[in-house]
């Protein structure tokens, strides 16, 4: 079914679309089961069309938007999941804290404030468009273990809000106005406004280990989700294997004691039975930090990549002839089966949109250099591997393993060298 174009028909559609830059490629629409009438959410891998957006901001149709990788809005979903949020138009006490702690976090009200059925949405649309995962990143740092949601995601929807259910910020009070006139009084924040310099890619870059942590992170977000999925909701009485299993997927992960107790602080927003032990704040943080202690001579071991097998046999067959002494040769097999998993660490990103972004934003040019089939071999990296790496990489070339690429490196601004690897060279004969 065509759109109709632009003009006075759909213009709250219009008005939406053009200021929160919604993905269109799917929605989830809300339904109730057939015994007990209970909401559900259902995602449809359709597109979201400007006729459906309209019915969701008339409050006709419930509808929930996915953000792209790339998005200029930060959303947080605020709910009391220990009462009744509302008591008709009156918002309850810890609804309250939470909305007034949210935005002393955030340095700044929303630009748009929704009524919801169980508390709030807000929505601080941005003047710059940010990667995902550097802006919830970000936003989780700023909200620290205050139990809100960072939504929409790439991953997870939430309520276009519907004009009859806006806020006035400020007051809490209903404004009764048209969508599209609320729109275009909406203030727009300045990334650096919420989060100082942070949100920039030399800020980033400039904290190797933070950088690194998030990498992991984003590396490892879809296992836990995954692992979070089979484990709740938590149920009391039955807490302590999905405890100790989350624990471990978490410190596995990398993540912090604080950060994990954010995941678990989600855990139990999505467990509204549960009233166990857990839900004290102090006493969760005590149990994780137990936890965390008993297993601190674990460490995990590295990602294990699927081809290593193939790597190690790729690396026997470059190092069968060498210039260097014989007791590099084994030195030398490990600093090519490294390159190699790394090359396949970022062949495993460029297929993720979202990780695609997040590397993007931090190192210029790098969606195009991968697309041209260019891998970026940092020196860090290579140091890494062998610190005699400078001898190495001509050999490597001369080998036919690499072939250096004829884009420039610029240091301060995070651009490595770029080099075309080819290990099929070595398979067969």
């Known amino acids: 079914m065509q759109e109709p174009k632009r003009g006075k028909a759909l213009k709250k559609a219009h008005s939406f679309d053009s200021t929160f830059h919604p993905y269109r490629g799917r929605y989830t629409v809300q339904g109730r089961g057939q015994l007990f009438g209970e909401p559900f959410w259902q995602t449809r891998h359709e597109r979201l069309t400007l006729g459906l957006i309209e019915q969701a901001i008339l409050d006709r149709l419930v509808v929930g938007f996915f953000v792209s990788t790339v998005p200029n ?35 700044a009200q929303p630009s748009l404030l ?44 939430l309520r276009i ?6 806020l006035d910020p400020k007051t809490l009070q209903l404004l009764s106005l048209p969508f599209e006139l609320v729109a275009q009084s909406m203030p727009v924040q300045h990334p650096a406004f919420l989060f100082e310099a942070g949100y920039l890619p030399e800020t980033i870059r400039a904290s190797l280990v933070e950088r690194r942590a998030r990498a992991r992170l984003l590396q490892n977000l879809p296992r836990i989700e995954k692992v979070e999925e089979e484990l709740l909701p938590l149920v009391a009485g039955r807490t302590n294997e999905p405890f100790l299993r989350l624990c471990l997927a978490y410190r596995c992960a990398g993540l912090s004691v604080e950060e994990a107790h954010y995941r678990f602080a989600l855990c139990l927003m999505r467990s509204p039975r549960y009233q166990g032990e857990l839900r004290d704040a102090r006493r969760l943080q005590q149990r ?62 460029i297929t993720n949109p979202g990780q695609t972004a997040f590397f993007d934003y931090l190192y210029p040019y790098y969606r195009k250099n991968r697309r041209e089939g260019l891998y970026p071999l940092p020196k860090s990296l290579l140091f890494k591997a062998n610190e005699r790496y400078r001898q190495l990489m001509p050999w490597l070339e001369q080998r036919g393993l690499i072939e250096a690429s004829n884009y420039p490196y610029v240091p301060g601004q995070g651009i490595c060298r770029y080099y075309r690897v080819e290990p099929g060279r070595f398979v067969g004969g």
């Open 73 to 107: 809005v930060l959303g947080v979903d605020i709910d009391d999941h220990r009462g009744a949020a509302w008591t008709g138009s009156e918002a309850s006490p810890l609804l309250l804290s939470l909305y007034e702690q949210t935005c002393q976090r955030l340095r």
């Open 161 to 166: 809000p519907a004009e009859r259910r806006i």
């Open 288 to 349: 994780i930090e137990c936890e965390y202690r008993r297993n601190r001579d674990y460490t995990p071991k590295a990602r294990e990549i699927q081809g290593s097998l193939f790597n190690a046999m790729i690396a026997e067959r470059v190092a069968l002839v060498h210039p260097f002494a014989r007791q590099r040769t084994k030195p030398l097999q490990r600093f090519v089966t490294r390159i190699l998993e790394w090359c396949d660490w970022h062949d495993e990103i």
């Open 114 to 157: 929704v009524q919801s059925p169980h508390g709030l949405h807000g929505f601080w649309v941005l003047s710059e468009r940010i990667p995902a995962e550097v802006l919830y990143g970000l936003a989780r740092e700023r909200l620290g273990s205050l139990p809100v949601e960072v939504k929409p995601t790439p991953a997870s929807s």
